[in-house]
């Protein structure tokens, strides 16, 4: 958000993340703030050409980066046994 809070529906994914017990499975959060278009959020949202947040860059062990736009789908592409909810 301008103001540098998360905006609602990041707050719902982190909540989800948690009861999935996936949390501890993010290694960084990146604030996209727009008030600071050149900073390290801004450029990703801008590399990935994202419309909306929040999203999640996945790095694989051989540096190749995957872009989800949708948690649940991150969850059931990397992490099918916490699919379901809890």
Same mark, same amino acid.
């Given at each position: 958000?301008?103001?540098? +809070? ?7 994914? !982190? ?29 990703? *949202? ?6 909306? #947040?929040?999203?999640?860059?996945? $790095? &694989?062990?051989? &540096?190749? $980066?995957? *872009?989800? #736009? +949708? ?6 592409? !990397? ?8």
């Amino acid at each position: 958000m301008p103001d540098g +809070s998360l905006c609602p529906k990041c707050r719902d994914v !982190l909540e989800l993340l948690e009861k999935r017990g996936l949390r501890d499975r993010i290694d960084r959060i990146v604030p996209a703030a727009p008030k600071e278009p050149d900073g390290e959020g801004m450029r990703l *949202v801008r590399r990935h050409r994202m419309k909306r #947040a929040p999203f999640f860059v996945v $790095e &694989g062990e051989d &540096g190749t $980066e995957t *872009v989800y #736009a +949708s948690v649940l789908q991150m969850i059931g592409e !990397l992490f099918p046994d916490k699919e379901k909810r809890p």
